[in-house]
């Protein structure tokens, strides 16, 4: 891992210090060349997660020559892949190294800082109302919103967003990272997950239905990656994000009220988008090609009439990369989500010898298939309510729940199922939960009962080492490889061997006179303990005591 040594100063306060620091550190590719928003932006970024790219090494975008479908030229540079493109991304974001995401989060969560109300913001240099919003090519469609799945999609998208309401009953305000068609220069349609464990925006939105008001809200985009990154946190729903982001920047954050509601959003943010929803009506959104790795068809979601535009007035326009993973926005939910399910195990429900979560992460994107490690020797039940835990901190998290053991790296799908295939008999160490709740929307048709395979595929008793060469002959090989000027070669887990328990020093003897060329000297204890009487593959120790 590249140790961004910048990182370990402060989170960057707004996007342009976030950038400049990406481009200091290498990880900033300028296109100064003509790329349409419509149909170039997002495949181009693509290739970055699809073309075998090693994740340290994915880069966040920049595009100054932005054109659209018509020949249209935006002023208004986009960005792509800056919030999360790569772990080390995210970390340059929050300011940290990327180990230190994870103890981060936790910190944040349990010690928020409020934040604070200014009167000026960079984010209102530049205000437009009224007839304005309206103009042919004003309002949204003067901004260089790019269409994320070209082919698929049904309009350019707002995807980077930190959408804000307002619970009209208890007036903490909430926000979320909600996708928003561009239907008109002044509407948009915005999607809340609309079922239970689903989007806080959407729980406000119930309440103003009741009350048969219309609910004001709020699309900031850009602002200081942290504040960037509570929007798709899952935190509680009564958790004002702002006060989690202060904690993470180490600062209150500044947040400014709207000009045409009463929502406060970040000061720094680059754009906001200020409107109302009508809570009487629904309009048809999507197609949208989405994080499940399928094309959400259409469904009937929130009209936004825009009330006001906002933004700097050298104002950046930040997207980001979803649909099939590992895209930007697996990782940016990947990096705090996976602290959260550990802090659920072993803070809240206090699990014996849980060490670490893993949500897999590619095609499957992070909610079905989860990874929780535990010490060895960890007892059985403790296992078990690990497993059941992770199974019900999120509705839609964990279809496949897998324990291994801590010799197993969780993060190796291959390392994983070699543990399931011989350290776990089906018939004793699975279960099947049923009446999970499904990971998919409407769109995909009835909306039914799933159900959570939970496996034991822990190591249960004393095994032979592992057979492969003990480490230290791995390492000095590696080196002779390296001298040799071979390939370079990606370490994987394992990658030399290990004992687990069942061993002797009898046989640790052997193996050191053969590493030293004494193996006859093997040859002639083993002589001398010849039986007769026996059957082939008796095991010496179930005779020899
Ligand atoms: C790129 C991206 C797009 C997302 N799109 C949506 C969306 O359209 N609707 C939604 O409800 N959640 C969406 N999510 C998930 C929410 O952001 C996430 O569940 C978050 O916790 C929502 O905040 P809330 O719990 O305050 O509603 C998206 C997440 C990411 C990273």
């Known amino acids: 891992m590249q140790d961004d040594t910048r990182a370990a100063t402060r989170p960057p306060r707004d996007l342009h210090e976030h950038l400049a620091a990406l481009d200091a550190a290498g990880l900033l590719v300028r296109v100064d060349r003509p790329i349409n928003k419509d149909t170039q932006l997002q ?50 974001g929050m300011g940290r190294k990327v180990e230190d995401i994870g103890p981060a989060w936790t910190r944040a969560i349990a010690n928020p800082v409020p934040s604070r109300t200014v009167g000026t913001a960079p984010c209102q240099e530049i205000v437009i109302t009224g007839d304005a919003l309206r103009e042919p090519g004003g309002g949204l ?66 309440k103003y239905r009741e009350r048969g008001e219309p609910m004001p809200i709020s699309i900031a985009l850009g602002g200081a990656p942290v504040i960037v990154f509570t929007s798709p946190a899952k935190l509680a729903v009564d958790c004002d994000e702002y006060s989690v982001a202060g904690a993470l920047a180490g600062e209150a954050i500044e947040t400014v009220r709207c000009k045409t509601n009463d929502l406060l959003v970040p000061a720094s943010a680059e754009i906001v988008i200020e409107g109302v929803i009508d809570t009487s009506v629904l309009e048809p959104e999507a197609p949208f090609g989405e994080s499940n790795g399928y094309v959400a068809l259409e469904a009937f979601n929130m009209p936004m009439k825009v009330t006001a535009i906002t933004r700097r007035r050298n104002a950046l326009f930040n997207a980001i990369i979803s649909q099939v993973t590992p895209s930007e926005s697996s990782v940016i939910k990947k990096v705090a989500y996976e602290p959260l399910f550990l802090d659920h195990l072993k803070r809240i429900l206090n699990v014996k010898g849980v060490k670490r979560v893993v949500l897999h992460e590619p095609l499957t994107n992070l909610r079905p298939v989860i990874f929780v490690q535990f010490e060895y020797g960890a007892p059985q039940t403790e296992i078990w309510r690990g497993l059941r835990g992770a199974a019900s901190l999120i509705a839609n998290f964990g279809k496949v729940i897998i324990a291994v ?13 070699w543990s399931i295939a011989y350290r776990s008999n089906p018939a004793e160490d699975t279960l099947i939960l049923p009446n999970k709740g499904g990971g998919q929307g409407s769109q995909y048709g009835e909306r039914r009962n799933d159900s959570a395979l939970l496996i ?33 070669v990606r370490i994987p887990s394992p990658w030399h061997g290990y004992t687990l328990g069942n061993w002797g020093d009898d046989w640790e003897a052997f193996a050191r006179n053969a590493v030293n060329g004494d193996w006859e000297a093997n040859g002639l204890q083993t002589l001398a303990r010849q039986r007769p009487g026996l059957e082939a593959e008796t095991a010496v120790r179930s005779v020899e005591k």
């Open 43 to 92: 495949p181009l970024v693509r290739w970055q997660f699809i073309g075998g790219i090693p994740e340290d090494e994915r880069k966040a975008f920049l595009f100054t020559n932005v054109v659209d479908a018509k020949g249209k030229r935006y002023e208004m540079p986009v960005l792509l892949g800056a919030l999360a493109g790569s772990p080390r991304i995210y970390a340059m």
């Open 141 to 206: 469609a003067a901004l260089p919103v790019p269409i994320s799945t070209p082919g698929y999609d049904t309009a350019p998208y707002l995807t980077a967003t930190l959408c804000v309401t307002r619970d009209p009953d208890s007036g903490v305000q909430n926000t979320g990272m909600y996708r928003a068609a561009l239907k008109a220069t002044d509407r948009l349609v915005v999607r809340m997950v609309a079922r239970p464990g689903g989007a806080g925006g959407w729980l406000h939105w119930l």
């Open 405 to 417: 053991s801590d010799d197993i790296d969780p993060s190796s799908v291959d390392a994983v199922l």
């Open 456 to 488: 034991d595929a822990t190591r249960k008793r004393l095994m032979p080492p592992l057979a492969l060469p003990r480490k230290e002959f791995m390492e000095e090989a590696l080196g002779i490889w390296n001298e040799l000027g071979l390939p370079k």
